[in-house]
């Protein structure tokens, strides 16, 4: 049974860091491409960025481009979202998923979804 279990979420002031972190069981962790989605209050789940089983090819939604990184360790089945500069708008309960191709940012094309995290960035 796939389980993905996301972590990492907080508070934080505009500007600020976080790190999240997704760690996955009951799969082949090592052969699985991975994304990461966030859903806002009142709005649809949303493509924020994925990567391939190897690490070596990622894509981003481009309200996040050049302020989060994804990234993964295969050794120790986690995948993890790194977000810089955040903003008042990245506010949004997060989650990873299992997806079937690296280039995909629908959710249609993802599952095993985890329980989210949220992330709240005050202004």
Do not use: H
């Given at each position: 049974?796939?389980?993905?279990?996301?972590?990492g979420g907080?508070?934080?002031?505009?500007?600020?860091?976080?790190?999240l972190?997704?760690?996955?069981?009951?799969l082949?962790f090592?052969?699985?491409?991975m994304g990461?989605f966030r859903?806002?209050?009142?709005?649809?789940?949303?493509?924020?960025?994925?990567?391939?089983?190897?690490?070596g090819?990622?894509?981003?939604?481009?309200?996040?481009k050049?302020?989060?990184?994804?990234?993964r360790?295969?050794?120790?089945?986690?995948v993890?979202?790194?977000?810089?500069s955040?903003?008042?708008?990245?506010?949004?309960v997060?989650?990873?998923?299992?997806?079937?191709?690296t280039?995909s940012?629908?959710?249609?094309?993802?599952g095993?979804?985890?329980?989210?995290?949220?992330?709240?960035?005050s202004?």
């Amino acid at each position: 049974q796939v389980q993905l279990v996301e972590s990492g979420g907080g508070l934080v002031q505009s500007g600020g860091s976080l790190r999240l972190s997704c760690a996955a069981s009951g799969l082949t962790f090592s052969r699985a491409a991975m994304g990461w989605f966030r859903q806002a209050p009142g709005k649809e789940r949303e493509f924020v960025a994925s990567i391939s089983w190897s690490g070596g090819r990622s894509n981003y939604a481009d309200s996040v481009k050049g302020r989060f990184t994804i990234f993964r360790d295969n050794g120790k089945n986690t995948v993890y979202l790194q977000m810089s500069s955040l903003k008042p708008e990245d506010t949004a309960v997060y989650y990873c998923a299992v997806g079937r191709f690296t280039s995909s940012t629908s959710s249609d094309d993802y599952g095993n979804w985890g329980q989210g995290t949220q992330v709240t960035v005050s202004s």
